[in-house]
Antibody, heavy 114, light 113 residues
Framework: QVQLQESGPGLVKPSETLSLTCTVSGGSISSYYWSWIRQPPGKGLEWIGY???????NYNPSLKSRVTISVDTSKNQFSLRLSSVTAADTAVYYCARNWNFDLWGRGTLVTVSS | DIVMTQSPDSLAVSLGERATINCKSSQTVLFSSNDKSYLAWYQQRPGQPPKLLIYWASTRESGVPDRFSGSGSGTDFTLTISSLQAEDVAVYYC?????????FGQGTKLEIK
């Protein structure tokens, strides 16, 4: 069955750029919307943005100036870049499929600290 | 942004009893052209990602036990667990996908009494 797996550094320094990749296995990345969602420790869920396989994107206005989501269909992967991070960006980052997030990765904790 | 507000924030229910969680949106999430409410419910157990339970406000995801049901339309929604089991201890979230930015409720923590 289709599975999602997030990967990337677990520690990022303040003011630097957070970069994560989500690999889609067991199925094609085509014809779906793919999102990034984050959850600060002990807190709720925040949608970051999505990309469609055509490359069209939609970002949360609260993060829009710092976020880029891209897709590599040849690798069945999509990626998140979040620039100028601060401690407030410390969170578990999830990738997920569709508008009603029917499939989630296990999540990866990213800590912003010097 | 559409603000999603859940009640209560936490809930303790005895095993075998009914649990009810409410979710209210700050504006309608009902799309009139297809008469569908763009509302989903998720369960998040400790240390795990959220799991989709219900979408279109009342459609149960494949594999979800039938003790879970969703109801409501427009701005007011309810998740009901008809007979609480030990494995249902979790935080439950509602989410609207009617318009971006997609938004979640603050979560309801469900425990055993």
């Amino acid at each position: 069955q289709v599975q999602l797996q997030e990967s990337g550094p677990g520690l990022v320094k303040p003011s630097e750029t957070l970069s994560l990749t989500c690999t889609v296995s067991g199925g094609s990345i085509s014809s779906y919307y793919w999102s990034w969602i984050r959850q600060p420790p002990g807190k709720g869920l925040e949608w970051i943005g999505y990309i469609y396989n055509s490359g069209s994107t939609n970002y949360n206005p609260s993060l829009k100036s710092r976020v880029t989501i891209s897709v590599d269909t040849s690798k069945n992967q999509f990626s998140l870049r979040l620039s100028s991070v601060t401690a407030a960006d410390t969170a578990v980052y999830y990738c997920a499929r569709n508008w009603n997030f029917d499939l989630w990765g296990r999540g990866t904790l990213v800590t912003v600290s010097s | 942004d559409i603000v999603m507000t859940q009640s209560p924030d936490s809930l303790a229910v005895s095993l075998g009893e009914r649990a009810t969680i409410n979710c209210k949106s700050s504006q309608t999430v009902l799309f009139s052209s297809n008469d569908k409410s763009y509302l989903a419910w998720y369960q998040q157990r400790p240390g795990q990602p959220p799991k989709l339970l219900i979408y279109w406000a009342s459609t149960r995801e494949s594999g979800v036990p039938d003790r879970f049901s969703g109801s409501g339309s427009g701005t007011d929604f309810t998740l009901t667990i008809s007979s609480l089991q030990a494995e249902d201890v979790a935080v439950y979230y509602c989410q609207q996908y009617y318009s971006t930015p997609y938004t979640f409720g603050q979560g309801t923590k469900l425990e055993i009494k």
